[in-house]
Nanobody, 114 residues
Framework: QVQLVESGGGLVQPGGSLRLSCAASGSSFSIPFMTWYRQAPGKQRDLVAG???????TYADSVKGRFTISRDSAKNTVYLQMNSLKPEDTAVYYC????????WGQGTQVTVSS
């Protein structure tokens, strides 16, 4: 069974930066695709970014140019560097993997406010 543990959330002022981490345990191989989702209050959970084991990335249009996803495949850890944060980025951020088992992390709160 895979477990995902996120860290790095917090309160930041508009224009600031945060770096989220998600460490996966319980997998004996490199997880092929790792993603970040976010869910704001009263809204659906949306994909923010994803990265394959080869380093191919995908981003939501709303975060392109501001967020960067990266990974350490040897550690099955994925990162989300968030720059130029806006109040509308406020949400709970979740790590998610489909393989080897569909698994969500517990989430980490990101609040962008002055």
């Amino acid at each position: 069974q895979v477990q995902l543990v996120e860290s790095g959330g917090g309160l930041v002022q508009p224009g600031g930066s945060l770096r989220l981490s998600c460490a996966a345990s319980g997998s004996s191989f490199s997880i092929p695709f790792m993603t970040w989702y976010r869910q704001a209050p009263g809204k659906q959970r949306d994909l923010v970014a994803g990265i394959s084991s080869s380093g191919t990335t995908t981003y939501a249009d709303s975060v392109k140019g501001r967020f960067t996803i990266s990974r350490d495949s040897a550690k099955n850890t994925v990162y989300l560097q968030m720059n130029s944060l806006k109040p509308e980025d406020t949400a709970v951020y979740y790590c998610y993997v489909l393989t080897p088992f569909p698994t969500w992390g517990q989430g980490t709160q990101v609040t962008v406010s002055s």
